[in-house]
């Protein structure tokens, strides 16, 4: 199976008919049809690391001040705890704690409703912990590429652009310059299949400071970035911005296909 990384915006896009959320169908229409999917969702932040272990995940609404219309969205999607398991036992150290009480934030079900809109398909999510570095979950992807091979869908939702305290309220799909710069450098550095820098001194500069003020957006994309190979292949089925400080870029990494 492809991995990809998938920038998600407002939780509005759930409810809206636009460019970004047509992308995402088109994205459904042309990806292979996994096993399951498991979701990196930048919000799910916790101590240790735990990964959804339930038949029947609930539809969380983790959020406030928005319409009634996004409260009263539900993703119906099946879990899977023996691949939970499997998870588990694949990765023994860090220990893979088995969760009860998670389900489906909005990480999830606001792109994988378009997407997957039948929501066939079982999903689980893996959440991130806070306490450990950048190079942690990088290499935690590592240990998830494994699971590619089985069918399941390696998915990150966050953001590489992600400030919310420099929203530009009155330009819905502008950039500021700063925004522009950092997803431009990542993009290029990507595309050089040079990582180290996205995990410590591109985030030390002005541009990556303003872009990464907290890492929780940013660490799905290091997921991504681990359970990737050499032999894949990089393109960007999305890019734009939203509200002048988020980027909707978005990766996908697969298998180099020849005729």
Same mark, same amino acid.
């Given at each position: 199976m492809p991995t990809l990384f998938v920038g998600h915006g407002s939780p509005m896009n759930a409810l809206a008919e636009n460019n970004f959320t047509q992308s995402l169908n088109r994205l459904g229409q042309t990806l292979p049809r996994p096993k399951a999917i498991l979701m990196i969702s930048a919000h799910w932040l916790t101590a240790g690391t735990w990964v959804t272990h339930m038949p029947n995940p609930k539809t969380i609404h983790d959020f406030y001040g928005f319409p009634k219309a996004l409260f009263d969205v539900q993703y119906p999607a099946v879990g899977d705890p023996k691949l939970a398991e499997q998870i588990q036992s694949l990765i023994p150290k860090p220990k893979v704690q088995l969760d009860q009480a998670w389900g489906f934030d909005h990480g999830t079900w606001s792109i994988l409703k378009h997407i997957y809109p039948k929501a066939d398909i079982p999903v689980l999510q893996l &959440?991130? =912990?806070? &306490?450990?570095?950048? @190079?942690?979950?990088? @290499?935690?992807?590592?240990?998830?590429r494994a699971l590619r091979k089985l069918g399941v869908l390696i998915m990150g939702s966050g953001n590489i652009v992600h400030n919310l305290r420099q929203i530009a309220w009155g330009d819905p799909n502008g950039a500021l310059p700063w925004a522009i710069e950092f997803d431009s450098e990542v993009k290029q550095h990507l595309e050089k299949r040079d990582y180290k820098p996205l995990m410590g001194e591109l985030l030390q500069t002005p541009a990556g400071r303003l872009s990464v003020p907290t890492p929780d957006h940013y660490y799905p994309l290091l997921y991504i970035l681990g359970a990737s190979d050499e032999s894949d292949?990089?393109?960007?089925?999305? @890019?734009?911005?939203?509200?002048?400080?988020?980027?909707?870029? &978005?990766?996908?990494? =697969?298998?180099?296909?020849?005729?």
């Open positions: &959440s991130i =912990d806070m &306490s450990e570095p950048p @190079e942690f979950h990088f @290499e935690l992807g590592k240990k998830l292949q990089l393109t960007f089925p999305i @890019e734009g911005y939203e509200l002048g400080s988020i980027s909707l870029r &978005s990766l996908i990494f =697969d298998k180099k296909t020849t005729n």
